[in-house]
């Protein structure tokens, strides 16, 4: 019985850590206007942020590589339309939202 109840603590523990991240990734979005072009679970201008975490699942660099296309802008890996450099977002709040978009499950 014990292990039962850990194991449903423990899920209620990850759903309301799952629930924290994705607001916070929501809130830092909306401060930057990412939220024009892309949302979590649909494609917008630009991809979604699970289509996006889906596709750099297991991919050690994909953090390094992402935050650098955040930063720098770039076109041609979701298709034609580019997505505008992001120079004005501070190198932190990038990492944590590239990191926050990878912990995504589609």
């Known amino acids: 019985m014990k ?6 603590l423990a ?6 850590a799952s629930s924290a991240l994705a607001d916070e990734l929501e809130d830092l979005m ?13 494609k917008v201008i630009g991809p979604s942020y699970k289509d996006v975490a889906a596709k750099y699942k297991g991919d050690a660099s994909a953090v390094a590589k992402l ?4 930063k720098k802008g770039g076109s041609g890996v979701w298709g034609p339309v580019p997505m505008p450099p ?11 939202m590239v990191e926050l978009i990878l ?3 589609k």
Do not use: F, R, W
């Not at 899920?11 to 309301?16: F, P, T």
């Not at 909306?30 to 649909?42: L, P, Q, R, V």
């Not at 004005?88 to 709040?93: F, L």
């Open 11 to 16: 899920a209620a523990s990850l759903a309301v």
């Open 3 to 8: 292990t039962i109840a850990t194991a449903v």
């Open 30 to 42: 909306k401060k930057y206007g990412c939220n024009a072009c892309h949302s979590e679970d649909k």
């Open 103 to 105: 912990a995504l499950k």
């Open 86 to 96: 992001n120079t004005q977002v501070p190198d932190a709040e990038i990492k944590k």
């Open 67 to 70: 935050s650098e296309k955040v």
